[in-house]
């Protein structure tokens, strides 16, 4: 029984290593504010389900003021970097929801969420990808409409999904 826990193990697909990954959280640049909160969460759990160390979400908050990041404003990769080191991460995730819309005579709306991931180089990002993800909410005007819990995750399923190859 002992060999063949072990030879289970060795056979398991290992993701992630334990790496430790800052979330920074989703900028809403057109769109609804509430859209950002959910993303980011969809974000961490995701990474978390993938075997990553998510870095607590308030260091990540303390470290943007310190640093005086403005995350309505596209960020460098020297910032990026920077900030990537000063919390001590394998990997930064930078998030934004670009923009939410609303289709013609439909209550379904769009959201094109972009995501950066920078890694222990700064040379380039390690992964980038944008969606456009569907989904219904109540509200009449795209400004006010919020991507659901189960829409988000899917979003970043597609978003995260190059990036989760790279890293087995």
Do not use: C
């Not at 995701?46 to 870095?55: A, D, T």
């Not at 209550?107 to 993800?133: C, D, S």
């Amino acid at each position: 029984p002992l060999v063949a826990a072990l030879a289970a193990l060795t056979f398991a697909p290992v993701e992630a290593a334990g790496e430790k990954v800052a979330v920074l959280p989703a900028a809403v640049i057109n769109g609804a504010a509430g859209n950002g909160p959910v993303v980011t969460e969809a974000l961490r759990s995701s990474l978390r389900g993938k075997g990553f160390k998510i870095i607590d979400a308030a260091v990540v908050d303390r470290a943007i003021a310190s640093t005086g990041m403005d995350l309505s404003r596209p960020q460098t990769l020297s910032s990026l970097s920077a900030f990537r080191k000063k919390v001590g991460a394998d990997y930064v995730v930078y998030p934004r929801v670009l923009s939410v819309g609303q289709g013609v005579n439909t209550m379904e709306y769009q959201a094109n969420i972009l995501v950066n991931v920078m890694g222990p180089w700064a040379k380039g990002f390690a992964h980038t990808r944008q969606v456009g993800q569907v989904f219904k909410a109540e509200a009449s005007r795209a400004d006010r409409a919020v991507i659901g819990r189960s829409d988000a995750e899917n979003a970043v399923s597609k978003l995260m999904q190059g990036f989760y190859a790279k890293v087995k």
